[in-house]
């Protein structure tokens, strides 16, 4: 499995690479697959990494792959627009706060599997809620077992669109080609002068996954009995 992960990850950078350099680009909408991966999918995973079957070497290999992916979307000079719904998982989560306008269906919820596992989402989250939410709010999701449904990612400013579920694909593009009657200047310009508020984001995605791969690789991950935290009043 670790080999098929990095198979997928290889093409969909060498995809990327073709869309953002082809001539015509100026605007990307993002959308998932029918099939989309589950809580399930993502806790099997790091079974299969404390079981061996995964190699650390992979691990930081597919973290990495997801940090070249948002960077490369905070650096292209196109539009990315990101439109999902139903569950979806923190990377994929990281990925949609990376891009410069957001669209979700009414029954999308974000949820937080790595909770159950000691961990924090990758994807760079902590680093975009703490500049959107603040450090307190921001805090509170990353550690939060519950999920947050779409109204409330709405509500929050996590996103821009929260549209029905129906229709969505044709919705969504048609929100996509609203972009096309501003200027590509006017386009690229905006993009370039907000996302210079950011220049810390690629040290932060490294220092994220350092920090992800330690405790991944701690000996309680591997199954020792974790002890519960106290809370101590001062």
């Not at 905006?190 to 350092?210: A, I, T």
Request: include cysteine; glycine fraction near 6%; proline fraction near 4%.
């Amino acid at each position: 499995m670790s080999s098929s992960i990095l198979k997928i990850k290889e093409a969909i950078l060498r995809y990327f690479e073709l869309v953002v350099e082809h001539p015509e680009a100026r605007i990307i909408l993002l959308m998932p697959s029918r099939r989309k991966a589950q809580n399930e999918e993502y806790l099997l995973f790091f079974d299969m990494l404390r079981s061996s079957r995964i190699s650390e070497n992979n691990v930081m290999r597919l973290y990495r792959a997801i940090d070249q992916l948002i960077m490369n979307i905070i650096a292209s000079d196109l539009l990315f627009i990101s439109a999902d719904y139903g569950r979806i998982l923190p990377m994929f989560a990281g990925i949609s706060l990376a891009c410069d306008y957001r669209i979700l269906g009414e029954d999308a919820v974000f949820q937080n599997p790595g909770v159950e596992l000691g961990l924090i989402p990758k994807g760079g989250i902590a680093w975009f809620l703490t500049r959107i939410l603040g450090k307190g709010k921001a805090l509170e999701m990353i550690i939060a077992k519950e999920s947050l449904s779409a109204s409330e990612a709405l509500t929050l400013g996590l996103v821009n669109r929260c549209i029905p579920i129906k229709n969505f694909e044709t919705d969504s593009l048609s929100i996509a080609k609203q972009f096309e009657t501003i200027p590509e200047t006017t386009l690229k310009l905006g993009k370039k002068v907000v996302n210079n508020c950011w220049k810390d984001l690629s040290e932060f995605l490294e220092f994220e996954s350092q920090e992800l791969f330690k405790v991944v690789h701690r000996r309680h991950f591997y199954g020792e009995p974790s002890v519960e935290p106290s809370i101590q009043r001062v």
